[in-house]
């Protein structure tokens, strides 16, 4: 079992900065690909980024070259450095935990909450 906890979010202006930080309970945070979602009011959850247990990433085209995704096995911990925020980034975001072998996220963090202002 993986307990994730998200922190980090809060309110800023278009254009500034944040970093969401997950933090992971358990000895094998290492092994598992981790990813970042997010959900707006009255849309569906989509996929933000994702990092697997070798360090390579993919980002979804939205937020490509503004996000960067990174993890620090030492402290167990998720990353998501947000930079150039929009008010369309505004959301609820979500870290989630994918075990070795598993076709799908095992795990999910309870949400942080996002609002970039215009």
């Known amino acids: 079992q993986v307990q994730l906890v998200e922190s980090g979010g809060g309110l800023v202006q278009a254009g500034g900065s944040l970093r969401l930080s997950c933090a992971a309970s358990g000895r094998t945070f290492s092994s598992y690909a981790m990813g970042w979602f997010r959900q707006a009011p009255g849309k569906e959850r989509e996929f933000v980024a994702r990092i697997m247990n070798g360090g390579s990433t993919a980002y979804a085209e939205s937020v490509k070259g503004r996000f960067t995704i990174s993890r620090d096995n030492a402290k167990s911990t998720l990353y998501l450095q947000m930079n150039s925020l929009k008010p369309e980034d505004t959301a609820v975001y979500y870290c989630?935990?994918?075990?070795?072998?598993?076709?799908?996220?095992?795990?999910w963090g309870q949400g942080t909450q996002v609002t970039v202002s215009s």
């Open positions: 989630a935990a994918q075990q070795p072998g598993s076709d799908k996220y095992n795990y």
